[in-house]
């Protein structure tokens, strides 16, 4: 079945540095993926719709130019955490649409990726 | 706008029990509904969807919910729970052919043996 793939699964910086999140479709192409972050013990919180080959739309309050998002192919998205601070330090998902698979309209997620700023 | 209301964020359930998981949404337009599960440290798994038809849906793992339009609820059950259904869920929204997801706050269901 379809499946999205994250890397890496953790990550540790040092507050500020930049660290790359990568998001992949691994049997679909998608042309639309969705970046989310989760707090701890918090829902999830759509932070931008990455589109391939064009600007990336961010969320009321997201900060485009410290979370960077570039969609270069229709299998890859990744998302850059620029001059990250201790407050980034959350867990990042990805998601994206299978448009011809046999489920249709199913969103699938990547595992997450946790990244912790020190 | 759209928005998704988890008013349980704990539910404590012992193993063989039936369970409800409750979730109410709120919108101006159509929208798509789902039920989402995420298991420490990993993703989210799709557990079922509501996009038309039948206000009843079957998922994976025996869990089922239903829609009702009138209430604006799309509950998630399951006659018999397993330890192993111990997870956060999520109840989502998409507004009819969008891919944004709006999340409620999730409910942690802890299984008891």
């Known amino acids: 079945g379809a499946v999205v793939s994250q890397h890496p699964s953790r990550v540790i910086c040092k507050s500020g540095t930049s660290v790359k999140i990568e998001c992949r479709s691994l049997d679909f192409q998608a042309t639309t993926m969705f970046w989310y972050r989760q707090f701890p013990k918090q829902s999830l919180m759509l932070m931008a719709t990455s589109n391939e080959g064009s600007k990336a739309t961010y969320e009321q309050g997201v900060e485009k130019d410290k979370f960077l998002i570039n969609h270069a192919s229709l299998t890859l998205s990744t998302l850059t955490v620029t001059s990250a601070h201790p407050e980034d330090s959350s867990f990042y998902i990805c998601?994206?649409?299978?448009?011809?698979?046999?489920?249709?309209?199913?969103?699938?997620f990547g595992e997450g990726s946790w990244l912790t700023v020190v | 706008a759209q928005s998704v209301t988890q008013l349980d964020s704990q539910v404590p359930v012992f193993e063989e029990a039936p369970v409800e998981l409750r979730c109410n949404y709120s919108?101006?337009?159509?929208?798509?509904l789902f039920w989402y599960v995420q298991y420490p440290n990993q993703g989210l798994q799709l557990l079922l969807k509501y996009l038309s038809g039948s206000t009843l849906v079957k998922g994976i793992n025996g869990f089922e919910a239903e829609f009702n339009k009138s209430q604006t609820s799309f509950h998630l059950r399951k006659p018999s729970v397993h330890i192993s259904d111990t997870a956060e869920y999520f109840c989502?929204?998409?507004?009819?052919?969008?891919?944004?997801?709006?999340f409620g706050t999730g409910t942690r269901l802890q299984v008891f043996p």
């Open positions: 998601s994206a649409r299978d448009f011809q698979g046999s489920s249709g309209n199913t969103i699938y």
């Open positions: 919108s101006s337009v159509s929208v798509y």
């Open positions: 989502a929204v998409s507004v009819y052919n969008t891919d944004k997801l709006i």
